[in-house]
């Protein structure tokens, strides 16, 4: 006996978040999601898949938490260090993965 398969309700309607400060560049504040959607992770993983490298999805992953005109912002400032882009992927990394961080807690 086959289970009858139920259909699911998508909307594309979908309101924005809130958003978070997470730098400023020359007194100018960029944000990320402070809940970041699912398809932030879903991209991520897709895009690791598809290139096998976890730097050019990490780099997906900072382009759609940040929207492409503050990414692009950030790929121009010349001050731009290792440990700074450090700073700002993690934090990023742990809104779009909150469930990876809590079991690396534990």
Not at 27 to 53: C, D, H, Q, W
């Amino acid at each position: 006996m086959s289970k009858e398969i139920k259909m699911v309700q998508l909307k594309s309607d979908v309101e924005a978040g809130e958003r978070i400060p997470l730098f400023s560049l020359d007194g100018v504040e960029y944000t990320i999601p402070a809940k970041a959607p699912f398809k932030v992770a879903l991209k991520f993983m897709n895009e690791s898949k598809r290139s096998g490298n976890d730097m050019f999805a990490a780099l997906q992953l900072l382009e759609d938490m940040l929207g492409k005109d503050a990414y692009d912002k950030l790929l121009d400032f010349d001050g731009l260090t290792d440990e700074l882009m450090g700073q700002i992927m993690e934090q990023c990394i742990d809104r779009a993965f909150p469930a990876v961080k809590e079991s690396a807690k534990n």
